[in-house]
């Protein structure tokens, strides 16, 4: 294995990584700053008001792009098993 096989298979995890995560970050900063706004506006200082609508947001971006996410996960995965041996030499 050289160094650029371990540079290349650390980049494709590092992107693969961020692209997963990033609707679901996306999703709870737009509800975040709502939340934030909403609550400059009307001086109500809870914190629970913040947590709840950003999981709520989360969990609804898992729900719908959670079948992409599996499948792009399982490609990623799949090619990872499929050229270990190549990787290995």
Do not use: C
């Amino acid at each position: 294995m050289t160094a650029g096989m371990v540079l290349h298979l650390a980049r494709e995890a590092i992107v693969l990584t961020l692209l997963l995560a990033g609707p679901l970050l996306i999703a709870g900063l737009i509800v975040g700053l709502l939340v934030s706004v909403f609550q400059a506006a009307t001086q109500i200082q809870e914190q629970t008001l913040t947590f709840v609508p950003k999981l709520v947001a989360i969990l609804l971006t898992l729900l719908v792009l959670g079948g992409w996410m599996m499948n792009t996960m399982l490609a990623y995965t799949t090619d990872l098993f499929a050229n270990l041996g190549r990787v290995l030499r």
